[in-house]
């Protein structure tokens, strides 16, 4: 099967043959993507649910009261202030790094994006250990700022390093200046990656747990999780979440709505020219190097910093920890077969969204993209009642977490996993089956084989966020089952600091991988 080529599917009398294996998808396929699509919908059926169940007056006593109102007003507080810092953070180093001769520009860069291989609980511990009177909106602005920024950083920079050269020279011979040129052509092309960096931090802010238990700032997320620990499942938990799903929701529309219908892409190759970065002068260049140094020093610095502290105070006992290396042993083995379950599951929806982009099958895609970007907690909540009543004999498994983890993350692998399919000719597959190869056959010998790698980049950053999941973990974990942020946390809860370092170094370890490769893909894309 490895020998057929293109041309074999042209060979064949008008194409006939080959076409008529391609008019309609497995229903194999169909159900399978189906059902994951359904069951993606299950924590917005949850909310739902549970607020018709709960009845309206239950629910407006739960819902319209001050305390919603002070954790609404602290969120958007925080969402207000931190995402034009971000923003502004992370489009100027994009610019220093992608359009001038800033001196080590390509290592700016590199370390730019390496604050996302540290968890932002991790950060938020960091910080603590250095100063410990850390709490409020300030410090959960301030520490946000440095553990996000480079979502927006990433976006903003692979744009630049392929934005066509010759928009801003003909607005130059117009007689623009250079900072006109910048907040006139420049800007708007980067509208997008900005609001998309800028929408997958304010859902990481609205999601995160540990960063803010740490600091002692109310959100959503931990009034939700005291509330579940004090009541298990009760009401007030349950509508804070549906609260929760309604903002998440509406980020997602503002996000929509705010892209307008603007072009973005011009026709032809465009300048064959590569880019001519801007030669900064010397006070200039001194200037500006003060930037990427001191967001290096905040959000790598102080957690190395701080983590070798501690593990030099705890000598080689740290290390000797009975429950260490059973939670290494079992995040790997969680990570895996979540990896690997997920990345399978995904295989369904991505040949559909792909092979046959109809309207129905771009609905049930979208099922899952809009549940991934539901927080955790808001997961977990879900399959704790839902199996409580339904399925008890799964509840508190590892079938239950591994479930949520397909929930949170499956996004991740079916994004890979449909750009390295879109990549495999269609005509393969198609010679396959008139060939006499099962519709099965043909996919797994030719297409899949040539999206390996789309699919083995989409397993990892699965694998990698399952390492660093904390909230769902926490809740619906066997008892018994301690993986490394699990650990973590418990030892921070309990002010022991020096234990929980081998389990954030090892956290950091692991996440560097995804940091190479995000780097990457982003010049990939760029075509570099």
Same mark, same amino acid.
């Given at each position: 099967?490895?020998?057929?080529?293109?041309?074999?599917?042209?060979?064949?009398?008008?194409?006939?043959? +080959?076409?008529?294996?391609?008019?309609?998808?497995?229903?194999?396929?169909?159900?399978?993507?189906?059902? =994951?699509?359904?069951?993606?919908?299950?924590?917005?059926?949850?909310?739902?649910?549970?607020?018709?169940?709960?009845?309206?007056?239950?629910?407006?006593?739960?819902?319209?009261?001050?305390?919603?109102?002070?954790?609404?007003?602290?969120?958007?507080?925080?969402?207000?202030?931190?995402?034009?810092?971000?923003?502004?953070?992370?489009?100027?180093?994009?610019?220093?790094?992608?359009?001038?001769?800033?001196?080590?520009?390509?290592?700016?860069?590199?370390?730019?994006?390496?604050?996302?291989?540290? #968890? +932002?609980?991790?950060?938020?511990?960091?910080?603590?250990?250095?100063?410990?009177?850390?709490?409020?909106?300030?410090?959960?602005?301030?520490?946000?700022?440095?553990?996000?920024?480079?979502?927006?950083?990433?976006?903003?920079?692979?744009?630049?390093?392929?934005?066509?050269?010759?928009?801003?020279?003909?607005?130059?011979?117009?007689?623009?200046?250079?900072?006109?040129?910048?907040?006139?052509?420049?800007?708007?092309?980067?509208?997008?990656?900005?609001?998309?960096?800028?929408?997958?931090?304010?859902?990481?802010?609205? $999601?995160?747990?540990?960063?803010?238990?740490?600091?002692?700032?109310?959100?959503?997320?931990?009034?939700?999780?005291?509330? =579940?620990?004090?009541?298990?499942?009760?009401?007030?938990?349950?509508?804070?979440?549906?609260?929760?799903?309604?903002?998440?929701?509406?980020?997602?529309?503002?996000?929509?709505?705010?892209?307008?219908?603007?072009?973005? +892409?011009?026709?032809?190759?465009?300048? +064959?020219?590569?880019?001519?970065?801007?030669?900064?002068? #010397?006070?200039?260049?001194?200037?500006?190097?003060?930037?990427?140094?001191?967001?290096?020093?905040?959000?790598?610095?102080?957690?190395?910093?701080?983590?070798?502290?501690?593990?030099?105070?705890?000598? =080689?006992?740290?290390?000797?920890?009975?429950?260490?290396?059973?939670?290494?042993?079992?995040?790997?083995?969680?990570?895996?077969?979540?990896?690997?379950?997920?990345?399978?599951?995904?295989?369904?929806?991505?040949?559909?969204?792909?092979?046959?982009?109809? !309207?129905?099958?771009?609905?049930?895609?979208?099922?899952?993209?809009?549940?991934?970007?539901?927080?955790?907690?808001?997961?977990?909540?879900?399959?704790?009642?839902?199996?409580?009543?339904?399925?008890?004999?799964?509840?508190?498994?590892?079938?239950?977490?591994?479930?949520?983890?397909?929930?949170?993350?499956?996004?991740? $692998?079916?994004?890979?996993? !449909?750009?390295?399919?879109?990549?495999?000719?269609?005509?393969?597959?198609?010679? $396959?089956?008139?060939?006499? !190869?099962?519709?099965?056959?043909?996919?797994?010998?030719?297409?899949?084989?040539?999206?390996?790698?789309?699919?083995?980049?989409?397993?990892?950053?699965?694998?990698?966020?399952?390492?660093?999941?904390?909230?769902?973990?926490?809740?619906?974990?066997?008892?018994?089952?301690?993986?490394?942020?699990?650990?973590?946390?418990?030892?921070?809860?309990?002010?022991?600091?020096?234990?929980? $370092?081998?389990?954030?170094?090892?956290?950091?370890?692991?996440?560097? #991988?995804?940091?190479?490769?995000?780097?990457?893909?982003?010049?990939?894309?760029?075509?570099?």
């Amino acid at each position: 099967m490895s020998n057929i080529s293109i041309h074999a599917a042209r060979a064949l009398p008008g194409g006939s043959v +080959a076409r008529r294996y391609q008019q309609r998808p497995g229903l194999w396929m169909v159900v399978a993507a189906v059902i =994951f699509s359904l069951l993606a919908l299950l924590p917005l059926g949850f909310v739902i649910g549970v607020a018709i169940d709960t009845g309206w007056q239950t629910v407006k006593t739960l819902v319209f009261r001050p305390r919603v109102g002070e954790l609404l007003l602290n969120t958007l507080l925080l969402v207000i202030f931190t995402l034009p810092i971000c923003a502004l953070l992370g489009v100027t180093l994009a610019w220093l790094t992608e359009r001038t001769r800033l001196p080590g520009r390509r290592i700016w860069s590199i370390l730019a994006i390496a604050p996302l291989a540290v #968890p +932002a609980f991790v950060q938020s511990y960091a910080w603590i250990s250095l100063v410990p009177g850390m709490n409020g909106l300030a410090a959960g602005v301030f520490i946000s700022v440095i553990a996000y920024f480079p979502f927006i950083y990433l976006p903003v920079s692979a744009v630049l390093r392929r934005l066509d050269p010759g928009i801003e020279d003909v607005a130059t011979s117009l007689g623009t200046k250079p900072l006109a040129v910048f907040f006139r052509v420049v800007l708007p092309q980067l509208k997008l990656a900005i609001w998309g960096g800028s929408l997958l931090i304010a859902l990481h802010l609205l $999601a995160e747990y540990g960063l803010y238990a740490m600091i002692r700032f109310d959100t959503f997320t931990t009034a939700i999780f005291d509330q =579940f620990q004090s009541t298990f499942n009760g009401a007030a938990a349950n509508m804070l979440a549906g609260v929760l799903v309604l903002c998440c929701l509406g980020l997602l529309v503002v996000e929509a709505a705010s892209r307008g219908r603007a072009r973005y +892409a011009r026709v032809g190759s465009g300048s +064959a020219r590569s880019q001519n970065p801007h030669q900064l002068s #010397p006070v200039l260049s001194l200037l500006c190097q003060l930037l990427p140094i001191t967001l290096t020093a905040l959000a790598l610095g102080v957690p190395f910093i701080t983590l070798v502290r501690w593990l030099y105070l705890g000598g =080689f006992a740290v290390w000797d920890n009975s429950d260490l290396w059973p939670a290494v042993r079992q995040t790997l083995s969680l990570a895996a077969s979540g990896a690997l379950i997920i990345t399978l599951c995904s295989i369904p929806m991505a040949w559909l969204s792909v092979r046959y982009p109809a !309207r129905l099958y771009r609905v049930l895609e979208g099922c899952n993209y809009v549940t991934s970007s539901l927080p955790g907690i808001v997961v977990a909540l879900a399959l704790v009642t839902i199996t409580i009543h339904a399925f008890r004999p799964i509840y508190q498994t590892e079938i239950t977490l591994l479930l949520a983890y397909l929930l949170m993350f499956m996004p991740r $692998a079916l994004i890979n996993l !449909r750009a390295g399919i879109a990549q495999a000719p269609v005509e393969l597959e198609n010679v $396959a089956r008139s060939l006499g !190869r099962t519709p099965l056959q043909a996919l797994c010998s030719t297409t899949l084989r040539l999206a390996a790698p789309g699919a083995a980049a989409g397993a990892a950053l699965v694998f990698l966020a399952i390492t660093n999941e904390l909230t769902a973990t926490l809740l619906l974990a066997p008892n018994g089952t301690r993986t490394l942020a699990t650990g973590f946390w418990a030892l921070t809860s309990e002010i022991d600091y020096v234990a929980a $370092a081998p389990y954030a170094l090892i956290m950091v370890l692991l996440s560097l #991988p995804l940091t190479w490769l995000l780097y990457s893909q982003s010049k990939r894309t760029a075509g570099l």
